[in-house]
Nanobody
Framework: QARLVESGGGLVQPGGSLTLSCVAS???????MYWHRQAPGKQREWVAA???????EVDDSVKGRFTVSRDNAKDTVYLHIDDLQPEDTAVYYC?????WGQGTQVTVSS
């Protein structure tokens, strides 16, 4: 069973930046990858995706602040977040097909 492991979360002040990583236990070069987040008390929501050949897409609500990228040689997908706001506080998950990572917590607070 393939695994996805996210990392890079933490406590950040408003206006700060973070880069989240998602490392896969097998090759992801031929599959699309997705990022989701779940804020406290809210449903999980999709925020970004990237096709197997590197075409990114982000939700309109985070466009301009969220950037998704991938390094197929490292079987890794990244989510870079700029200008973090308190409403970005959530657990961030990566997903591929039916496989989900365990998530990484991002907390934005002064």
């Amino acid at each position: 069973q393939a695994r996805l492991v996210e990392s890079g979360g933490g406590l950040v002040q408003p206006g700060g930046s973070l880069t989240l990583s998602c490392v896969a236990s097998r090759s992801i070069s031929s599959i699309a990858m997705y990022w989701h987040r779940q804020a406290p008390g809210k449903q999980r929501e999709w925020v970004a995706a990237i096709t197997s050949n590197g075409i990114p897409e982000v939700d309109d609500s985070v466009k301009g602040r969220f950037t998704v990228s991938r390094d197929n040689a490292k079987d890794t997908v990244y989510l870079h977040i700029d200008d973090l706001q308190p409403e970005d506080t959530a657990v961030y998950y990566c997903q591929s097909d039916t496989i989900w990572g365990q998530g990484t917590q991002v907390t934005v607070s002064s």
